[in-house]
């Protein structure tokens, strides 16, 4: 078993030094990763529902709550640590231009010493914030898809073409490239469609919450259909408090369990200062190890 940190670009850690602080912590603490999140905007008195809560609003205080970019906060963590992968948990791919983003991600791999990035995707629900970027928000899932197709693309080949609905391109050197050609992307999401998508065309699955059987069972289908092994999609889980019921989901086929560091989407926070973060380590990672 693995673990994440998550949620940890928020709170007290969208800031420069503590971030670094942390990220640190982590590394030495075992943690394999650590994992942001995104909006670039919260639009005010948005009437979308949010997902993770009964009340469907994120919750008191976080429309102006800030969100650092997460790429640029990664890069910002990854010069400061060696070997904790660098995950997204999740970017709204859909709202993105996947060029700059297949530019920006391969850099960021490539300045951080290769293999260490994990492109968590997943499709948006907030409509009014697709509004504010000019993104049609209805066919988001039919972009991501395409998308995802786009960057490989542009990671893989010498010279990179693409003709799709959304996006194309011909003949095109996108460079620095990442070694062995490719980025893991980890398709997020606690619906039947995310489980289907993460099947079609994850090198991972992480649904927002526990470890839903029913999801699972749909990924792998989605996977068999499509030629895949399923049994090669990592599964990333949120992690439980209690070290039996993690040895469950290992027993599950999961592969990592994710930690709260700060409190959101309705999760509290399971460690919350770099010297938890430590203490964790000892008291849970190293039964695992």
Request: a positive charge.
């Amino acid at each position: 078993m693995r673990f994440g940190l998550r949620y940890a670009s928020l709170g007290r850690y969208s800031h420069g030094a503590a971030a670094v602080e942390l990220a640190q912590a982590a590394e030495a603490a075992g943690f394999d990763s650590i994992w942001t999140v995104e909006h670039v905007v919260v639009p005010h008195a948005y009437q979308s529902r949010y997902p993770y809560s009964a009340s469907g609003r994120m919750g008191s205080g976080l429309e102006d709550f800030p969100i650092p970019d997460p790429l640029i906060w990664l890069a910002f963590i990854a010069s400061a640590t060696r070997t904790l992968k660098l995950g997204t948990a999740i970017l709204i791919l859909p709202q993105r231009n996947p060029v700059i983003t297949a530019k920006a991600v391969a850099t960021l791999d490539a300045m951080a010493g290769g293999g260490r990035v994990l492109l968590g995707i997943g499709v948006g629900w907030l409509a009014e914030e697709f509004a504010a970027l000019g993104v049609p928000f209805e066919d988001r899932g039919a972009r991501t898809e395409e998308y995802v197709a786009a960057m490989r693309a542009l990671w893989k080949e010498e010279r990179a073409s693409f003709r799709g609905r959304f996006v194309s391109f011909d003949q095109v050197f996108c460079r620095p490239q990442p070694p062995g050609h490719r980025i893991p992307i980890i398709v997020g999401g606690d619906t039947a469609a995310a489980a289907r998508r993460a099947g079609r065309l994850g090198d991972g699955y992480f649904p927002a919450r526990d470890a839903p059987a029913a999801l699972f069972d749909e990924m792998r289908r989605a996977a068999e259909a499509a030629g895949r092994d399923p049994e090669a999609i990592e599964i990333t889980v949120s992690a439980p408090t209690e070290p039996a019921a993690i040895e469950a989901l290992a027993r599950r086929g999961v592969a990592r369990v994710a930690v709260p560091v700060s409190a959101a989407a309705g999760l509290p926070a399971q460690v919350k200062t770099p010297d938890d973060v430590l203490r964790y380590g000892k008291e849970m990672i190293a039964r695992f190890r």
